[in-house]
């Protein structure tokens, strides 16, 4: 999987690993933080992310844009890094109770600009080091690879946001309560008819509350709660700067890619590189681009409802916390103990493996194992956990299941059945339909969000956290079939004058996708749980039923 490739995938790589993990330690906490500080409903705080993460994934459209006519691939994803991290400083300012929304607003749009110059222009720069015959056959396998590096970053985004926001928490003698912010932010405002339930909760962060002091315990805790998520986003501050440092220390391994057809057409020694297409040719990858386009509205639109919907299901219906053995999903450190044992386990196993390979894969089967057992003995008996870390646990199937992904379609092109990339990507939207079906059964008999009135279920109501980890699991091998094959398909058939531009095309898919995300918002304080989630459903499916209706211009447009 990782013989062969040139050495910039790896500078793109590591530097897109370094800013994934910025953004998605920001985004495991954001809706948590709007509806803590802001006292926002569900409704209003959907609605700002998806508004937000339009702007991320659109912005690429303008970022694609100046690479092509104006500044190069280099030194716009450069612009992109130095913007981004002015937005997260501006995240990372602490303030008092409800102020400085309009700072909040500010910081979101200079990161979404920033993204937009970086992100669409990475991708067409690894595009680029796979456009020679010495490394083309690799290109679906190079955006694995790369596809990986935004994961590995993602997979420890939570973890860092919750150890983060606990230590904060904790200087201020309190601890994260998912019920607090909620009934705080009603008693402030006077809409809590009855506080003697929201007493007993405050009195057991601090027994010295009363009714009198009440007031001045919610105006603390959200303070305390809101600083720490504060100093959440400054994570992403520290995650830019090694990101800069990497992309512009080793440049020499990239430069020969990071040129656009106009520069090539400026330099008589690379005129002969030029690819000239016809303006047919042109229009029919263009169209085909378009199709495709139009059905990952639909994937993002599901995907991304784990920062949202998905993540209000993990504080309202979801039990806080878990046994030892579950804690083992939960914690980071005994997560990948497992998957290094795996790991180890497989070289020790595999038929034609070299003494030397089953040796080292022993010596770490017994090791991880170890280390598994000793994190697993150093639980409580009851874990709790913060509703953002089961963003975790795609990022972590991401990177466990791309070498079985990428291994079963080296097996299928061996035997001359892998399916053609539109065709993987049909599939993949048919697995994200039936991901949310999982969502539908755990679902029934739940009280709707409109009748919680944005508190927390009852305990008796709440749901095992094994039927939101089946849904990651299933949208990750959604996502394998579709994100890294998408990229690679644009990459392929995108006209190289438009490489940029469509790269920022992909985004613009995924920004509109994410602008349904708070549609989709907007109905979970209006229909039963169960409802919501078939909507997404049958998007889903009828989006794979178009998929596969234009299969056969989409296949044609690939082979030309």
């Known amino acids: 999987m990782f013989k062969g ?82 937005g997260y400083v501006l995240m990372a300012v602490p303030s008092a109770l409800g102020s400085n929304f309009w700072l909040v607003v500010v910081a979101l749009a200079v990161i979404a600009l920033g993204t937009g110059l970086f992100k669409g222009n990475l991708q067409a720069l690894v595009g680029n080091l796979y456009d020679g015959p010495k490394y083309g056959a690799l290109r679906d396998r190079a955006f694995n690879i790369f596809y990986m590096g935004i994961n590995i970053g993602a997979m420890f985004a939570p973890t860092a946001s919750e150890k983060v926001c606990n230590w904060i928490l904790s200087a201020s003698n309190y601890y994260y309560d998912a019920r607090i912010p ?30 009198d002091s009440l007031k001045t315990f919610s105006e603390s805790y959200i303070n305390a709660l809101s600083k720490s998520y504060h100093y959440g986003f400054g994570v992403a501050c520290i995650a830019l700067i ?48 378009g199709l495709v386009f139009f059905v990952v509205i639909f994937f993002w639109m599901a995907f991304h409802q784990s920062a949202v919907t998905m993540t209000y299901f993990a504080r309202d219906y979801t039990v806080p916390s878990v046994g030892k053995a579950t804690n083992l ?31 080292l894969g022993g010596a770490a089967f017994a090791v991880f194992a170890v280390l598994t057992y000793m994190r697993y003995s150093s639980y409580a008996d009851s874990n709790p956990f913060t509703p953002q870390k089961f963003q975790h646990f795609n990022p972590f199937f991401i990177v466990a299941l791309t070498p079985l992904i990428v291994g079963f379609f080296a097996f299928l092109n ?4 892998e399916p053609s990339t539109p065709r993987k990507i049909g599939f993949g939207m048919l697995i994200t339909a039936v991901a949310f079906v999982i969502l539908v059964l755990g679902s029934q008999g739940l009280a709707s969000p409109k009748a919680l ?18 849904t990651y699991f299933l949208l990750t091998i959604a996502e394998l079939f579709l994100s890294p094959m998408g990229i690679s398909f644009v990459s392929r058939v995108a006209p190289p004058k438009y490489k940029g531009l469509m790269q920022g095309g992909w985004f613009a898919a995924t920004a509109i996708g994410n602008n349904l995300v708070g549609v989709v918002g907007y109905f979970w304080l209006r229909v039963p749980l169960w409802a919501l989630w078939s909507i997404l459903v049958v998007c889903c499916v009828l989006s794979a039923g178009f998929m596969f209706l234009v299969m056969k211009r989409l296949e044609r447009a690939a082979r030309a």
């Not at 044992?341 to 003494?355: D, M």
């Not at 009135?453 to 089946?470: E, K």
């Open 414 to 417: 061996k035997i001359g059945k």
């Open 329 to 359: 999903w939960f914690d980071i450190v005994g997560l990948l103990s497992i998957f290094g044992s795996v790991i180890g386990l497989v070289f020790l196993l595999r038929k034609g493996s070299r003494p030397t390979a089953r040796l």
């Open 5 to 86: 490739h040139p050495k910039g995938l790896y500078i793109a790589f590591f530097a897109n690993m370094g800013e994934r993990f910025g953004f998605y330690t920001m985004i495991s906490i954001f809706v948590l933080f709007l509806q803590a500080k802001y006292g926002l409903n569900a409704t209003a705080a959907s609605f700002i992310y998806s508004i937000f993460m339009f702007g991320v994934y659109f912005f690429p459209l303008l970022g694609g844009f100046l690479a092509d006519r104006f500044l190069g691939y280099g030194k716009t994803i450069s612009l992109g890094l130095i913007t981004m991290f002015l």
């Open 242 to 289: 090694i990101s800069m440092l990497i992309f512009w220390g080793f440049r020499k391994f990239y430069s020969h890619a990071d040129l656009t057809e106009r520069q090539k057409a400026k330099s008589e020694a690379l005129k002969s590189q030029l690819v000239e297409l016809t303006p047919q040719q042109t229009k029919e990858r263009l169209i085909a681009l």
């Open 453 to 470: 009135a944005g508190r927390v279920a009852p305990p008796d109501s709440l749901v095992s956290v094994y039927w939101l980890i089946s």
């Open 182 to 211: 909620a009934l705080a932010n009603d008693f402030l405002k006077g809409r809590l008819a009855d506080a003697a339930e929201y007493l007993s909760i405050a009195q057991a962060q601090n027994p010295g509350v009363t009714l």
